[in-house]
Each structure stands twice: as structure tokens, then as C-alpha cells.
């Protein structure tokens, strides 16, 4: 089974500019989170979506934006770059949604390599 | 702010057990605690989750303490390729995952 693919790998941009990032989720799979990592915070929480509708959402501004596809493939877009936003986004995804009122709740997530988005 | 706390660093020979302990004090009752690993460069990679049993899968066994308050990830026959940084996680009140900082396992040959 084909695990998470993110594209690209790399990628380097400047100031001002947006950048869009994909990310395939493993068959079958119906939850695809999105993650930032940085040397500094760590890996920080930045949506999820599922079925197509954004489900949580962590602390980052509203530059930082996703969305989903209804065969689950994602895309996240980071408008008017900043320096600060140089890291590694990460995708996962998993089978169920996030929300104990679902019933994967305690299914894991799997993550891709990641891209890694240089702001110069 | 990281609901769990893990050793910063630890040294494993080669073949021995690799004991990786995480403290969870504050976890609710149906909140799981997750393992993963992450080497240089890449995703992080799933390990093993539990809630209140021992868990163990081909890759590690995990033992939850009878409070639920600690665990510990147990890598049975730790080989080089088990050199990573160890997260110990759980779900906050608004249902997203907290990392730490996690453990820096070196594997010495």
C-alpha cells in the first residue's frame, strides 16, 4: 500500500509570494492533517480536514489555508510569505476524523517526508 | 504546552532494550497515548498507541502504567537504524495532538 505523498520535496520561494503544497493521503484513508515544523517550535498543528470540511483548526493566521478534494487529496496554500514560515509541512492522514464522536477516533496518523519550503 | 514529559536524551548499545519512559499526569481516561519517530529528514513514523493494556506490535511494546500517568515504549532489540527522536503524545482539549520536544535515542554500536 502506497503511503502519504507529498510534493514537491522541496521548494524555495521569496517574501511576498504564495506557495501552494498537495498531499495524497494513503487509500482509504478520509482525514488528512496538515503540520509546520521548525527547528524552534517543533511540530505545531495547523488544520485538518475531513470530508472535504476543514474539522480543526490550530493557532497560525489566516495567510495559512487548506483545503480538500473529494477523492481526499489535499492542498495547502501560504500566501505573502514570510521568513519566518521556512520549515518542513508535513501531511498525514489517517482513517477517521480527530472528534471522539467518531469511531477512529483512535486511529493513527501516518505522515509523508514532508515539503521543505525555504523563504529567502 | 506539551501534556507529556520525556528525557531529552538517552544512549542504547546495540541489541539491548531500549527503555524509553513519558510522563502523562494530566491524561483523561478515553485520551490514547501515541508513539512515533521521526529520523532526520523524514515524517514522522508511527510506532504503537495504547489506552490502558500493554500494547506490543512487530516493532515495539508499550506498557502503560496501571494510573495511566506514565508508559513506557520498549524497542526490544534496539539495532542502529532505531537512532531517531521518540515523541510521546496525546490528544488536548481540543482534540489536536501536542508534540514535545521528545527523546533523542542514539543507538551505540
Known amino acids: 500500500k502506497a503511503g502519504v505523498t507529498q510534493t514537491p520535496r522541496y521548494l524555495i520561494k521569496t517574501r511576498g509570494q504564495q506557495v501552494t503544497l498537495s498531499c495524497s493521503p494513503i487509500s482509504g484513508h478520509r482525514s488528512v492533517s496538515w503540520y509546520q515544523q521548525t527547528p524552534g517550535q517543533g511540530l505545531q498543528f495547523l488544520f485538518e480536514?475531513?470530508?472535504?470540511?476543514?474539522?480543526n483548526k490550530g493557532n497560525f493566521p489566516g495567510r495559512f489555508s487548506g483545503r480538500q478534494f473529494s477523492n481526499s487529496r489535499s492542498e495547502m496554500n501560504v500566501s505573502t510569505l514570510e521568513l519566518g514560515d521556512s520549515a518542513l509541512y508535513l501531511c498525514?492522514?489517517?482513517?477517521?476524523?480527530?472528534?471522539?464522536?467518531?469511531?477512529?477516533?483512535?486511529?493513527?496518523?501516518?505522515f509523508g517526508n514532508g515539503t521543505r519550503l525555504t523563504v529567502t | 504546552d506539551a501534556k507529556t514529559t520525556q528525557p531529552t536524551s538517552m544512549d542504547c548499545a546495540e541489541g539491548r532494550a531500549a527503555n524509553l519512559p513519558c510522563n502523562h499526569s494530566t491524561i483523561s481516561g478515553n485520551e490514547y497515548v501515541y508513539w512515533y519517530r521521526q529520523i532526520h529528514s523524514q515524517g514522522p513514523q508511527y510506532i504503537i498507541h495504547?489506552?490502558?493494556?500493554?500494547e506490543t506490535n512487530e516493532m515495539a511494546s508499550l506498557i502503560i502504567t496501571e494510573d495511566r500517568k506514565s508508559s513506557t515504549l520498549i524497542l526490544p532489540h534496539a539495532t542502529l537504524r532505531d537512532t531517531a527522536v521518540y515523541y510521546c503524545?496525546?490528544?488536548?482539549?481540543?482534540?489536536?495532538?501536542?508534540w514535545g520536544a521528545g527523546t533523542k535515542l542514539i543507538i551505540k554500536p
Open positions: 495504547g489506552l490502558k493494556n500493554n
Open positions: 498525514a492522514s489517517s482513517l477517521g476524523h480527530r472528534i471522539p464522536a467518531f469511531s477512529s477516533y483512535n486511529s493513527p496518523l501516518h
Open positions: 480536514y475531513f470530508s472535504e470540511t476543514q474539522r
Open positions: 503524545i496525546v490528544f488536548d482539549s481540543n482534540y489536536q495532538l501536542i
